[in-house]
């Protein structure tokens, strides 16, 4: 499960990235608990183009992670900002979800704050996702190989759009949103939803 | 060019004798025999010894005891090798009047790289006169010489003629083959065994070949224990870099206090002037500070010192201030603070720009190396880091962590295949069932979770690095999996059944571990 979330900051600014050929840092912070949880970023992984970007920041405590990400997101050199935390812990209250999401709003870094293993509650984010991994079509050269990643993204609070639920792939160039009834390809383009930089973005996983 | 000092302890004693009388005492103190002397576990052994007491017998480096029975009235006088040192830092930066620099030689001589220098002086030989002369009049007697690599420079002065000089199209292995191996500057017990040997010359080990010496001296790492290294250094077969000397002035701002500090917000007050004092500094030198140490004096006899490194260089004063004011919130200020100093011990060149003032900062944003800043500040040099690709094929050793703003050092990476976003900081064990020991994994049990794989791609086969690991580490198979809901992962199988490595030795099946979670 924790890999399907990590990614998934990645693939929706991944577009948001690829458009705009900028030799912007982006920072990763994670908390102690997390990287324990799913592992560090490792660098041979990751799209080419963020390869050299990325700037990693181990925090021991929540508190340390989100004095991060604040401080990441007050930084105008910075592309976006990926926060990884674990559970509820206490010091990830409203009121400081609230001051991440205004920080973000005023310097225009997005944030993409992945909760692992959290429950939902109270959260000033304008999005708010619910992020499965999902079985991913078949490779188109070897059938019995992982196809490309697949979500299943449950949008369940958003300011300004309406709730739903999609199914997540990135094909290299866009993230391509399908609906989960049916396998009929949808205009969903995710990268309009996510691609206009203020919006602070949270995904739950159970 | 290499200034040997062949009396420099005793020049400098005579010096400071003679100083205050202007030179009246000289000369009888020069015909007197005369030691200068250190206290040893031993007794009182010599150090050096003027012309008068060496013509009688007394040596260097013996005791006091047993050359009072060569000369009863031997005098004597402390040696000052700190002191001897110090001035002959001096003196190597006063004899770049010779050449754009120069390097020590301890414990008494002086390098200076006179290259395509010494037309302006009239030539080698004329160089070397003024030299002599100009030292000497400092009452300095000398050795000189001018070779093209430092050893051979060296090994003139020390065991050549006169003001030897030795150019780059003569043959110097001709000419430095009588001197003797002393000047190849070695270990007195490498001169030992080379006596030993019977090469007492340079030329005997040209005679009987590189290859008997490379043999002889192949655990000798060090120059100075391996007269191979040692000969092509003389000759310039290989580099031999020098140390040179160089005059910095680390800038320091402090002020004294009237009253004692005893309260945080007064501290930060002096703080600020102690940043602003410090900007202007700087801005003077056109620099920028990456290191900075704040020191604080305290009434009771304690000094607290505070250091702080940044990711690149700056000298803006707000940017400071908000760095220390997290370092000095353990101060314990006792009876009061009454010096404060900030210093600079490392600057590096920042042209003059806009200043990034706070206000600034906080309408627009920092920038990335203040932000830097700011988080090692809080949470450690090594919490925050960049990964940089690393000239391995072993996946954990595929990348190293440098320091945020560091260049990357390799500019090629490795081609992988396919590798996972995430990697475990160390790869936990899995128990797997299989159809085959080494077929394809069916199921997987990992954090007490079973995980159904549904699609397999693998083995990918990577050996472990040959020229690192011993004979009996393991390769392994990477397999690309994803399980029954789609999750991704990378596992590897530790080793091939019937390798006879590892586990395979006690028979049982080779263990499985899950490395890396994939997007």
Same mark, same amino acid.
């Given at each position: 499960m924790a890999l399907a979330l990590?990614?998934?900051?990645?693939?929706?600014?991944?577009?948001?990235?690829?458009?705009?050929?900028?030799?912007?840092?982006?920072?990763?912070?994670?908390?102690k608990a997390a990287i324990r949880l799913s592992g560090r970023p490792y660098r041979p992984g990751f799209p080419p183009e963020l390869r050299a970007r990325l700037i990693h920041v181990a925090a021991k405590t929540p508190e340390d992670a989100l004095f991060a990400l604040e401080e990441g997101l007050r930084c105008r050199d910075l592309a976006f900002v990926i926060g990884e935390i674990t559970g509820n812990p206490k010091a990830l209250g409203f009121t400081v979800s609230r001051r991440l999401s205004v920080a973000a709003e005023k310097h225009g870094v997005p944030l993409f704050l992945?909760?692992?293993?959290?429950?939902?509650?109270?959260?000033?984010?304008?999005?708010?996702?619910?992020?499965?991994?999902?079985?991913?079509?078949?490779?188109?050269?070897?059938?019995?190989?992982?196809?490309t990643a697949s979500w299943r993204a449950e949008l369940f609070r958003a300011r300004a759009y309406r709730q739903g639920e999609w199914i997540l792939r990135d094909d290299g160039k866009h993230l391509a949103a399908h609906s989960p009834a049916a396998a009929q390809k949808d205009h969903g383009d995710l990268a309009d939803a996510s691609g206009d930089g203020s919006l602070a973005q949270k995904s739950n996983s159970a | 060019m290499a200034i040997w000092l062949t009396r420099l302890a005793m020049d400098r004693w005579h010096k400071n004798q003679t100083a205050?009388?202007?030179?009246?005492?000289?000369?009888?103190?020069?015909?007197?025999?005369?030691?200068?002397?250190?206290?040893?576990?031993?007794?009182?052994?010599?150090?050096?010894?003027?012309?008068?007491?060496?013509?009688?017998?007394?040596?260097?480096?013996?005791?006091?005891?047993?050359?009072?029975?060569?000369?009863?009235?031997?005098?004597?006088?402390?040696?000052?090798?700190?002191?001897?040192?110090?001035?002959?830092?001096?003196l190597a930066v006063w004899a770049r009047r010779w050449g754009p620099w120069s390097a020590l030689d301890p414990p008494d001589g002086v390098l200076v790289d006179v290259t395509e220098v010494a037309h302006l002086f009239g030539g080698e030989k004329a160089m070397l006169e003024e030299a002599q002369t100009v030292l000497g009049r400092q009452g300095l007697a000398t050795r000189l010489a001018i070779a093209p690599t430092a050893g051979a420079a060296w090994a003139l002065a020390h065991f050549g003629p006169e003001r030897a000089v030795l150019r780059a199209e003569d043959d110097g292995a001709q000419r430095l083959s009588t001197l003797p191996v002393a000047a190849l500057r070695l270990d007195p017990d490498i001169l030992l065994l080379l006596r030993r040997l019977g090469l007492k010359r340079i030329g005997n080990l040209y005679d009987i070949g590189r290859d008997t010496l490379q043999r002889r001296f192949r655990t000798h790492r060090a120059p100075a224990a391996n007269p191979l290294v040692r000969l092509d250094q003389l000759l310039g077969r290989v580099p031999e870099p020098l140390l040179p000397v160089a005059v910095t002035h680390a800038p320091l701002v402090q002020r004294r206090l009237m009253e004692p500090l005893r309260h945080r917000s007064l501290l930060d007050r002096v703080v600020e002037d102690l940043a602003e004092d410090m900007a202007r500094e700087l801005e003077g030198r056109g620099e920028g500070a990456r290191r900075l140490e704040l020191g604080l004096w305290r009434v009771d006899g304690e000094a607290v010192i505070r250091q702080l490194e940044m990711a690149a260089a700056t000298r803006d004063p707000a940017h400071?201030?908000?760095?220390?004011?997290?370092?000095?919130?353990?101060?314990?200020?006792?009876?009061? /603070? %009454?010096?404060?100093?900030? #210093?600079?011990? &490392?600057?590096?060149?920042?042209?003059?720009?806009?200043?990034?003032?706070?206000?600034?900062?906080?309408?627009?944003?920092?920038?990335?190396?203040?932000?830097?800043?700011?988080?090692?500040?809080?949470?450690g040099k090594h919490a925050v880091r960049r990964p940089d690709p690393h000239a391995s094929h072993l996946p954990e050793r595929a990348q190293t962590w440098r320091a945020p703003l560091d260049k990357a050092v390799l500019q090629e990476e490795f081609g992988f295949h396919?590798?996972?976003?995430?990697?475990?900081?160390?790869?936990?064990?899995?128990a797997v069932l299989y159809a085959t020991p080494d077929g394809l994994p069916r199921r997987f049990r990992w954090r007490g979770a079973v995980h159904e794989i549904l699609r397999v791609e693998g083995p990918e086969r990577i050996a472990p690095e040959w020229w690192r690991e011993r004979s009996s580490a393991r390769l392994r198979d990477y397999y690309r /999996? %994803?399980?029954?809901?789609? #999750?991704?992962? &990378?596992?590897?199988?530790?080793?091939?059944?019937?390798?006879?490595?590892?586990?395979?030795?006690?028979?049982?099946?080779?263990?499985?571990?899950?490395q890396g979670l994939f997007a």
């Open positions: 990590a990614l998934d900051g990645m693939r929706a600014e991944g577009t948001d990235l690829n458009s705009s050929h900028d030799a912007r840092n982006i920072l990763w912070v994670q908390d992945i909760r692992l293993d959290a429950r939902r509650d109270l959260s000033s984010a304008r999005m708010r996702w619910q992020m499965h991994s999902t079985a991913s079509p078949p490779s188109c050269w070897n059938a019995a190989a992982p196809g | 205050p009388e202007h030179g009246a005492a000289k000369e009888g103190a020069e015909t007197h025999p005369l030691a200068l002397i250190t206290e040893t576990a031993h007794g009182p052994r010599i150090d050096a010894v003027n012309a008068s007491a060496c013509a009688i017998g007394v040596q260097p480096k013996m005791l006091l005891a047993d050359a009072r029975g060569l000369c009863p009235h031997l005098r004597t006088a402390p040696s000052d090798p700190l002191g001897d040192l110090a001035f002959l830092e001096n400071i201030i908000r760095l220390f004011g997290r370092k000095l919130d353990d101060v314990d200020a006792g009876f009061g /603070i %009454e010096l404060v100093r900030l #210093r600079a011990p &490392w600057c590096e060149i920042l042209p003059l720009s806009q200043a990034d003032f706070e206000a600034a900062a906080e309408n627009y944003g920092t920038g990335l190396a203040a932000c830097i800043d700011r988080l090692t500040v809080r949470l396919a590798r996972p976003l995430k990697l475990l900081d160390r790869p936990e064990e899995i /999996i %994803e399980d029954g809901e789609g #999750r991704r992962y &990378w596992i590897y199988r530790h080793g091939v059944m019937g390798d006879g490595r590892g586990q395979d030795r006690q028979g049982s099946a080779p263990q499985w571990f899950l």
